[in-house]
T-cell receptor, first 112, second 111 residues
Framework: NAGVTQTPKFQVLKTGQSMTLQCAQDMNHNSMYWYRQDPGMGLRLIYYSASEGTTDKGEVPNGYNVSRLNKREFSLRLESAAPSQTSVYFC???????????FGDGTRLSIL | DAKTTQPPSMDCAEGRAANLPCNHSTISGNEYVYWYRQIHSQGPQYIIHGLKNNETNEMASLIITEDRKSSTLILPHATLRDTAVYYCIVRDGGATNKLIFGTGTLLAVQP
């Protein structure tokens, strides 16, 4: 049982390049989330999908787009990467109700 | 903004109980207290959650005060592997389950 899988684990981009971060979960969870974490800070919510077919903005959505491809997969896209988007990105999923979120191991993204 | 206040860091001796406090004075009646931890910049790991009753599982115990304005996470026998940043999070019981992370408490377990 892999849980939440994120790819790639590391990536270096140049300013202006585009990139899609992939996230897949095998727990049949309904909700999925994308967070970013900057040094010394807690996680901040970028976008979330409460259920298949729906997406909503979180705290820091500017510069990102998401796609809930199916129940398993939730991707995060940077259309034109900026140095301010250098961060560690975490994907999470949750079944429903009060069930906790389960997190992936993160994607470490550097933008030069 | 995070609805919780935690000390930035704490130390604990290996084998002793670690008691991590959290203040959430503005918590409302339908909001739950969740605890997560993050080890070495890995993804956060769920520990425990509660509404108003004390809770215990295989990882920890959660003690919530009667007025619900504060809580304490207890790791009964801390090990070196428990060194991590611990986040106390208040969230509502709604469908979206958005978690708002603060900066947490860095617990350093000393040998």
């Amino acid at each position: 049982n892999a849980g939440v899988t994120q790819t790639p684990k590391f990536q270096v981009l140049k300013t202006g390049q585009s990139m899609t971060l992939q996230c897949a979960q095998d727990m049949n969870h309904n909700s999925m989330y994308w967070y970013r974490q900057d040094p010394g800070m807690g996680l901040r919510l970028i976008y979330y999908s409460a259920s298949e077919g729906t997406t909503d903005k979180g705290e820091v959505p500017n510069g990102y787009n998401v796609s809930r491809l199916n129940k398993r997969e939730f991707s995060l896209r940077l259309e034109s990467a900026a140095p301010s988007q250098t961060s560690v990105y975490f994907c999470a999923s949750r079944l429903t109700g009060l069930q906790p979120q389960h997190f992936g191991d993160g994607t470490r993204l550097s933008i030069l | 903004d995070a609805k919780t206040t935690q000390p930035p860091s704490m130390d604990c001796a290996e084998g002793r109980a670690a008691n991590l406090p959290c203040n959430h004075s503005t918590i409302s009646g339908n909001e739950y207290v969740y605890w997560y931890r993050q080890i070495h910049s890995q993804g956060p790991q769920y520990i425990i959650h509660g509404l108003k009753n004390n809770e215990t599982n295989e990882m920890a115990s959660l003690i919530i005060t009667e007025d619900r304005k504060s809580s304490t996470l207890i790791l009964p026998h801390a090990t070196l592997r428990d060194t991590a940043v611990y986040y106390c999070i208040v969230r509502d019981g709604g469908a979206t389950n958005k978690l708002i992370f603060g900066t947490g408490t860095l617990l350093a377990v000393q040998p």
